[in-house]
């Protein structure tokens, strides 16, 4: 397979895309944040530095859930009242994308959900319960967190945001749901809470005095 | 791979200064670390800004709470190795008494936290829900369940923090108050904390002192456990079950026995002859009877004897004779009846009538030698002597009983026992809680 490529138009530097569908990536060398076009490559925007974080998994971690393979490709990461969580963009062997979650070493493994009905931004409390696909969700946190960066290849463009709110929903079984309101038209994330030794990954980072 | 220009670093452990008094601090959640406090001048820092800002002094009573296992100790738990990098104590008040216990910040930079908790030597590991538990809030006492399992309610409670030491992942401050509510199935419980905008679950499970002193490896020896803690579990559990189970196997052994006894056994009136016994009449009161027959298997024997006394008493000595080998079975009854009224109304002692079973009696010809004794005063008394082979003995099967029953019953009450000590501290404790039990 070959993986397309491009040059980015701020330094120059040769882009290689892991993920052939990917629409938004950075330049590891400039920090310039280029949107495929169907020409080219266009610079939107430059990531300040990186907020400092401690998630064990970095671009080029692999994994596999479900039996399926993946590599995270890219990221974004957030800052709350805790501190940072990375939303890491994964690409599954089968070629479909996913979202690992790591807040504070708390993992969950979701897949975008479009096309079902969302309850407005507002309308969220702790407790409440909405069903997606025949499954009762109860929310258990509301975040009102704030845009710190974006790293590697997303599936869609995403820069330049502010405060942005989430709301988290979890059921009986361990099924996890995250309501995106950070763009114009909410997201709805379906997935679960996973551990982390199920997830079985290789290439992590490495920490000082942890083997 | 690609290798881009700037590989993300290793993650180093940090070495900071309070900006408060200057102690030398360590980071060492790395970037989970949200908030970490100062052990010298008790400053509260926010650790997510480069200059530490302080965000809280907090003032410590002279009780200053030491963490048992302190901070930068490493452990294995489950398997994975975890770091100590955060203490607190937390208090709630009931009728009006504060209760403290602390916990522990557990850090592993690929697992996550987890936490200990230590209350009077009671020892729990905990760790965060990844599911949400079912609240059946209808019942009474609430229930939860979890993963298949059901969960009573304890005790719900505002806990307030009121000390910290070391790192913590969330924006710690002391005074900050949260709603606790616990649910147990010993050894485990279940906790909601419930503040403003959130509510976590986690999953407590009694652990031993011992094991967190040999993992940690902690000179001396754990605080010893005072009382019974919440979910501790029973040391009587298993056994209250096992001890009537055994008690179910062995009454059954026991009525097949006896069903089995009742129904082989013979249970016929061999002899039967009527007497007189003058004691006023001196000279040799015994005689012998006529022979009879003992048949079977090697059997007991029972002797009945009922007279006509009123108020008085008789004194037979027996002896059961085999006729063919001369072997005797001695024994002597005495029988006696006193009745009347007085203040407390109608009063009896004794009866008329007795009954003696003499045991293991071979097959053969016997008969019985009888010689009263009396009070020479007192005249004449009518008896009758009957004499029955192989009659089933019941008293046996009920000191038997008796045997079985008595550790049983035992273990069990030493378990209710057990369980009202837990349950005395809890939201749902009978109303006698505290006071002496029930006098007899």
Request: charged share 20%; hydrophobic share 35%.
């Given at each position: 397979?070959?993986?397309?490529?491009?040059?980015?138009?701020?330094?120059?530097?040769?882009?290689?895309?892991?993920?052939?569908?990917?629409?938004?990536t950075?330049?590891?060398?400039?920090?310039?944040?280029?949107?495929?076009?169907?020409?080219?490559?266009?610079?939107?925007?430059?990531?300040?530095?990186?907020?400092?974080?401690s998630?064990?998994?970095?671009?080029?971690?692999?994994?596999?859930?479900?039996?399926?393979?993946?590599?995270?490709?890219?990221?974004?990461?957030?800052?709350?009242?805790?501190?940072?969580?990375?939303?890491?963009?994964?690409?599954?062997?089968?070629?479909?994308?996913?979202?690992?979650?790591?807040?504070?070493?708390?993992?969950?493994?979701?897949?975008?959900?479009?096309?079902?009905?969302?309850?407005?931004?507002?309308?969220?409390?702790?407790?409440?319960?909405?069903?997606?696909?025949?499954?009762?969700?109860?929310?258990?946190?509301?975040?009102?967190?704030?845009?710190?960066?974006?790293?590697?290849?997303?599936p869609f463009?995403?820069?330049?945001?502010?405060?942005?709110?989430?709301?988290?929903?979890?059921?009986?079984?361990?099924?996890?749901?995250?309501?995106?309101?950070?763009?114009?038209?909410?997201?709805?994330?379906?997935?679960?809470?996973?551990?982390?030794?199920?997830?079985?990954?290789?290439?992590?980072?490495?920490?000082?005095?942890?083997? | 791979?690609?290798?881009?220009?700037?590989?993300?670093?290793?993650?180093?452990?940090?070495?900071?200064?309070?900006?408060?008094c200057?102690?030398?601090?360590?980071?060492?959640?790395?970037?989970?670390?949200?908030?970490?406090?100062?052990?010298?001048?008790?400053?509260?820092?926010?650790?997510?800004?480069?200059?530490?800002?302080?965000?809280?002094?907090?003032?410590?009573?002279?009780?200053?709470?030491?963490?048992?296992?302190?901070?930068?100790?490493?452990?294995?738990?489950?398997?994975?190795?975890?770091?100590?990098?955060?203490?607190?104590?937390?208090?709630?008040?009931?009728?009006?008494?504060?209760?403290?216990?602390?916990?522990?910040?557990?850090?592993?930079?690929?697992?996550?936290?987890?936490?200990?908790?230590?209350?009077?030597?009671?020892?729990?590991?905990?760790?965060?829900?990844?599911?949400?538990?079912?609240?059946?809030?209808?019942?009474?006492?609430?229930?939860?369940?979890?993963?298949?399992?059901?969960?009573?309610?304890?005790?719900?409670?505002?806990?307030?923090?009121s000390?910290?030491?070391?790192?913590?992942?969330?924006?710690?401050?002391?005074?900050?108050?949260a709603?606790?509510?616990?649910?147990?199935?010993?050894?485990r419980?279940?906790?909601?904390?419930?503040?403003?905008?959130?509510?976590?679950?986690?999953m407590?499970?009694?652990?031993?002192?011992?094991?967190?002193?040999?993992?940690?490896?902690?000179?001396?020896?754990?605080?010893?456990?005072?009382?019974?803690?919440?979910?501790?579990p029973?040391?009587?559990?298993?056994?209250?079950?096992?001890?009537?189970?055994?008690?179910?196997?062995?009454?059954?052994?026991?009525?097949?026995?006896?069903?089995?006894?009742?129904?082989?056994?013979?249970?016929?009136?061999?002899?039967?002859?009527?007497?007189?016994?003058?004691?006023?009449?001196?000279?040799?009161?015994?005689?012998?009877?006529?022979?009879?027959?003992?048949?079977?298997?090697?059997?007991?024997?029972?002797?009945?004897?009922?007279?006509d006394?009123?108020?008085?008493?008789?004194?037979?000595?027996?002896?059961?004779?085999n006729?063919d080998?001369?072997q005797?079975?001695?024994?002597?009854?005495?029988?006696?009846?006193?009745?009347?009224?007085?203040?407390?109304?109608?009063?009896?002692e004794?009866?008329?009538?007795?009954?003696?079973?003499?045991?293991?009696?071979?097959?053969?010809?016997?008969?019985?030698?009888?010689?009263?004794?009396?009070?020479?005063?007192?005249?004449?008394?009518?008896?009758?002597?009957?004499?029955?082979?192989?009659?089933?003995?019941y008293?046996?099967y009920?000191?038997?009983?008796?045997?079985?029953?008595?550790?049983?019953?035992?273990?069990?009450?030493?378990?209710?026992?057990?369980?009202?000590?837990?349950?005395?501290?809890?939201?749902?404790?009978?109303?006698?809680?505290?006071?002496?039990?029930?006098?007899?």
């Amino acid at each position: 397979m070959t993986q397309p490529t491009g040059t980015c138009p701020n330094c120059g530097a040769k882009i290689v895309f892991r993920w052939s569908s990917s629409v938004q990536t950075v330049c590891e060398y400039c920090k310039s944040i280029l949107i495929c076009t169907n020409v080219d490559l266009q610079k939107v925007g430059e990531v300040a530095d990186l907020p400092p974080d401690s998630s064990p998994i970095q671009i080029g971690t692999e994994g596999s859930y479900n039996h399926k393979g993946f590599v995270a490709i890219g990221r974004i990461i957030y800052e709350y009242a805790q501190g940072n969580w990375n939303e890491w963009h994964l690409m599954m062997h089968d070629g479909t994308s996913a979202w690992l979650s790591d807040a504070q070493d708390e993992y969950a493994v979701s897949f975008a959900a479009p096309g079902r009905k969302m309850p407005e931004a507002g309308q969220c409390r702790v407790g409440q319960r909405f069903s997606w696909d025949n499954q009762e969700y109860a929310v258990t946190t509301i975040t009102n967190a704030h845009y710190r960066g974006v790293q590697g290849e997303l599936p869609f463009q995403y820069w330049d945001k502010e405060d942005v709110l989430f709301v988290d929903l979890r059921t009986e079984t361990g099924k996890f749901a995250t309501l995106d309101y950070s763009d114009e038209k909410p997201a709805l994330y379906l997935g679960e809470m996973v551990e982390f030794e199920d997830l079985a990954l290789k290439n992590l980072r490495s920490f000082e005095g942890w083997s | 791979m690609s290798v881009g220009p700037t590989p993300p670093p290793k993650l180093q452990v940090k070495a900071l200064n309070c900006p408060g008094c200057g102690a030398s601090l360590t980071v060492r959640s790395f970037g989970n670390a949200v908030t970490i406090v100062c052990d010298s001048c008790h400053s509260i820092l926010d650790a997510k800004d480069p200059s530490l800002q302080i965000l809280q002094n907090f003032k410590v009573a002279t009780d200053k709470a030491r963490p048992l296992i302190p901070l930068g100790t490493r452990g294995k738990i489950r398997g994975t190795d975890y770091e100590v990098i955060g203490f607190q104590r937390r208090t709630i008040h009931v009728d009006g008494l504060p209760y403290s216990w602390h916990e522990y910040v557990l850090f592993n930079p690929y697992k996550g936290f987890r936490y200990l908790t230590e209350y009077e030597g009671h020892w729990n590991d905990v760790s965060i829900l990844k599911a949400l538990p079912t609240v059946n809030a209808y019942k009474s006492p609430p229930t939860v369940t979890y993963l298949g399992e059901t969960y009573k309610h304890f005790q719900t409670a505002m806990a307030g923090t009121s000390y910290v030491l070391g790192e913590f992942p969330w924006q710690v401050r002391v005074g900050e108050t949260a709603e606790v509510t616990d649910y147990i199935s010993p050894p485990r419980v279940l906790s909601s904390e419930r503040t403003g905008k959130e509510v976590t679950w986690s999953m407590g499970e009694y652990m031993s002192g011992a094991d967190l002193w040999k993992t940690f490896r902690l000179p001396g020896d754990p605080p010893q456990p005072v009382g019974v803690y919440e979910n501790q579990p029973s040391p009587m559990k298993g056994d209250v079950q096992n001890v009537w189970m055994v008690f179910g196997a062995l009454l059954l052994a026991l009525v097949v026995l006896l069903i089995g006894f009742d129904v082989s056994a013979q249970n016929k009136q061999i002899f039967t002859g009527s007497y007189k016994y003058d004691s006023r009449q001196r000279g040799e009161a015994s005689f012998v009877t006529n022979d009879f027959e003992l048949t079977g298997h090697t059997s007991n024997v029972e002797v009945e004897t009922s007279t006509d006394l009123d108020n008085h008493w008789i004194y037979l000595n027996y002896a059961l004779i085999n006729e063919d080998t001369g072997q005797a079975f001695d024994f002597g009854r005495e029988v006696s009846y006193y009745h009347g009224y007085d203040s407390d109304g109608s009063w009896s002692e004794g009866g008329p009538n007795d009954t003696v079973a003499v045991p293991s009696v071979p097959a053969g010809r016997y008969y019985l030698r009888v010689e009263p004794e009396g009070d020479p005063g007192y005249g004449v008394t009518y008896y009758n002597v009957t004499v029955k082979r192989d009659v089933p003995q019941y008293s046996f099967y009920g000191i038997a009983l008796l045997a079985l029953l008595a550790p049983a019953i035992l273990l069990t009450w030493r378990s209710i026992s057990f369980e009202h000590m837990r349950w005395a501290e809890s939201d749902h404790a009978p109303i006698s809680s505290g006071g002496d039990d029930d006098d007899d």
